[in-house]
């Protein structure tokens, strides 16, 4: 299986900062990752695929970039509304799996 | 637009077979991947399973020897059966589409249901 290994864990950033979370895969997976943003209570939200490419309806601060092994996911300028918890995920082969997630606060 | 939505029991006797079903609204279920996904409480996203429109399907080997997910195009739903639970299957349960390259730009998961906490307790 692919391990996802993401950092940090839990982050807390002022308004406007610029925030950067890291996944790391156990081996190389192309660019075969998305990003997804989960609210509490709420199911996960399709941010970024194919690593890098924004999901349609996603405010542009959100970007990602990498491939092979380490991929980045940064919001450019975080506002209040991007408190939640990131999952990265690798679809480049099965069992498909998630990161342990990010949380996200808000100082 | 397409929405997913999860149906089934709350609550599950311990040894007993966890059964959810996943309705596909304002679109058709095929031409796409479906696949449950789920949520211990506090806890992080395991992948169950998937299956194609046609039947075909993929799970984690982690619960392959319980695990059963089936399609039912006539009535746009698929299902997922997981059998001989215990607590540790206590979770949010979602179902998604799996958006595979061919039908779309890449390959992701871009719909989900609201998810639907199951509890196995006696």
């Known amino acids: 299986d692919i391990q996802l290994t993401q950092s940090p864990s839990f982050l807390s950033a002022s308004v406007g900062d610029r925030v950067t979370i890291t996944c790391r895969a156990s081996?190389?997976?192309?660019?075969?990752l998305a990003w997804y943003q989960q609210k509490p209570g709420k199911a996960p939200k399709l941010l970024i695929y194919g690593a890098s490419t924004l999901q349609s309806g996603v405010p542009s601060r959100f970007s990602g970039s990498g491939s092979g092994t380490e991929f980045t996911l940064t919001v450019s300028s975080l506002q209040p509304e991007d408190v939640a918890t990131y999952y990265c995920?690798?679809?480049?082969?099965?069992?498909?799996?998630f990161g342990g997630g990010t949380k996200v606060g808000v100082k | 637009q397409v929405q997913l939505q999860e149906s089934g029991p709350g609550l599950v006797k311990p040894s007993e077979t966890l059964s959810l079903t996943c309705t596909v609204s304002?679109?058709?279920?095929?031409?796409?991947?479906w696949s449950w996904i789920r949520q211990p409480p506090g806890k992080g996203l395991e992948w169950i399973g998937y299956?194609?429109?046609?039947?075909?399907?993929n799970y984690n080997p982690s619960l392959k020897s319980r695990v059963t997910i089936s399609v039912d195009t006539s009535k746009n739903q698929f299902s997922l059966k997981l059998s001989s639970v215990t607590a540790a299957d206590t979770a949010v349960y979602y179902c998604?589409?799996?958006?595979?390259?061919?039908?779309?730009?890449?390959?992701?998961?871009?719909?989900w249901g609201r998810g639907t906490l199951v509890t196995v307790s006696s």
């Open positions: 081996q190389g997976i192309s660019s075969y």
């Open positions: 995920q690798q679809l480049n082969s099965n069992p498909l799996t």
């Open positions: 304002g679109g058709s279920i095929s031409n796409y991947y």
């Open positions: 299956i194609y429109y046609s039947g075909s399907n």
């Open positions: 998604a589409r799996y958006c595979t390259n061919g039908v779309c730009p890449n390959w992701y998961f871009d719909l």
